[in-house]
């Protein structure tokens, strides 16, 4: 199946590479700055819209952006950002301007939609963000399980949208209200050499800022990228599938995270096809993780109760130092457990091996250093080469409802009583 997921990826990007068209064929559109602090969403806008096919668009200025960008229908597009891309910091203006795009109420600066699209540059998207950070943490208006709200948008910076072939590369994002990235219902997606940072300068924490959230997409691929953050460093949605995540160095993060899952009931989340390897992870609250809602009763719940299946997860070659949990299934997550005791997880999670996650744990779960709860049978866990330590002493390896713990590594110890 990894092999095979393997040739898959390859392909896919060998096709991106063959329906590009050369660089002497393309037009050149450049955008122009209007400067002294006014508006360049229009001009940016109409110079897509004019330059949508079998064109190369140059963002090399400094842009103010205070409205929507929606680039939509490209088809054989190369865009150059080696300038600055600088959303404005109006929060009543964003929250009813940036584009819905339901899942947890997420919304957008930028909808990068079309097909065969190239974005480089060494240029930056600057999100603006502490001014979101500040008022979350003063109003705390948030979603479930810290989802954007419906009256308090954080936009994402980029959603590359309803795409197929579209490449992405050397661009520096910074100070995102909310996720960086957003994958969004797009095929054969590539990220490479991204470097993100998103750093409070105030009191308040940032918030939510994910380095990328992949949903209801397949064969995408994130690597050789730097994440400074809060959150997690990559997080797969409902509904990800041949999804290649490599060479990633991830500081301060949530750490790679399948999940969350199951939190809307009537639906039906799927991830599978994911091969994680060569992870740095550091000063973390997670490693390798899965996060799945409980079930609930309520057939209108948006706290659990949705079905589906996590497969086939592969996490290869993951380094630890000072992290939380370096290993983590939560079948029960974000809900209370006397519900989930009652109304265990209706998503099954099975095939999925950790393979050399190696490093030290933080001690915040005192020896612990894998903590695989599930609230339903788990099937086919594994573990190989796995050298975990722990500040506190021996470690700790709990598992609950694992079918079989014959192809784990370590000696499994039951969670604490009520736990």
């Known amino acids: 199946m990894l092999v095979k997921l393997f040739a898959l990826i390859s392909l ?38 004019k330059c949508s096919r079998n064109s190369k668009i140059v963002l090399d200025k400094y842009y103010v952006v205070d409205t929507l960008l929606l680039t939509e229908n490209l088809d054989d597009v190369e865009i150059e950002l080696s300038g600055t891309v600088q959303y404005t910091p109006d929060i009543a203006k964003w929250s ?18 079309g097909n065969n699209i190239h974005l480089y540059g060494g240029g930056t998207i600057d999100g603006n963000g502490q001014v979101w950070w500040d008022t979350l943490n003063n109003t705390h208006n948030a979603g479930t399980a810290g989802g954007s709200s419906t009256t308090f948008a954080r936009p994402v910076p980029l959603t590359v949208g309803n795409s197929s072939n579209v490449l992405v590369e050397n661009i520096h994002e910074i100070a995102s209200p909310f996720w960086n990235n957003f994958v969004y ?14 750093v409070s300068y105030s009191s308040s924490p940032t918030a939510n800022s994910d380095g990328w959230d992949i949903y209801r997409s397949s064969y995408v691929t994130v690597r050789d990228s730097v994440v400074v953050n809060d959150d997690d460093c990559v997080s797969f949605k409902p509904n990800s599938t041949n999804i290649l995540v490599a060479n990633m160095w991830c ?44 079930g609930n009763p309520s057939p209108n719940s948006t706290v659990g109760g949705g079905t589906g299946h996590v497969r086939n997860i592969t996490f290869k070659d993951f380094y ?30 099975s095939d999925v091996h950790y393979i050399n996650v190696h490093g030290t744990s933080s001690g915040a779960e005192g020896r612990v250093v894998a903590d695989l709860e599930c609230s339903d049978i788990c099937q086919d866990i594994t573990a190989k080469d796995t050298h975990l330590s722990s500040p506190n002493g021996t470690a700790t390896f709990i598992c609950k409802n694992i079918a079989s713990t014959s192809q784990l590594d370590f000696n499994c110890t039951a969670p604490p009583s009520g736990a």
């Open 251 to 294: 500081n301060g993060s949530h750490g790679i995270s399948v999940g969350s899952l199951g939190q809307y009931a009537g639906e039906t989340d799927i991830v599978e096809n994911v091969y994680v390897s060569n992870i740095t992870m550091l000063n973390a609250q997670n490693g390798a993780r899965i996060k799945v809602f409980g």
């Open 12 to 49: 896919a990007a060998l096709g991106l590479a063959h329906n590009t068209p050369s660089h002497s064929s393309r037009k050149t559109c450049e955008v122009p700055a209007k400067g002294a602090g006014q508006d360049d969403g229009p001009t940016i806008n109409s110079v897509f819209k």
């Open 185 to 198: 219902q797009s095929t054969n997606v590539t990220y490479k050499n991204i470097n993100i940072r998103a």
């Open 96 to 113: 009813p301007q940036s584009l819905y795009l339901v899942y947890q109420n997420a919304t957008t600066f930028w909808f990068l939609s």
């Open 320 to 349: 630890v130092q000072n992290v939380d949990n370096p290993i983590l299934i939560d079948q029960c997550y974000n809900t209370p457990a006397n519900v989930c005791a009652q109304y265990p997880s209706n998503l099954t999670i």
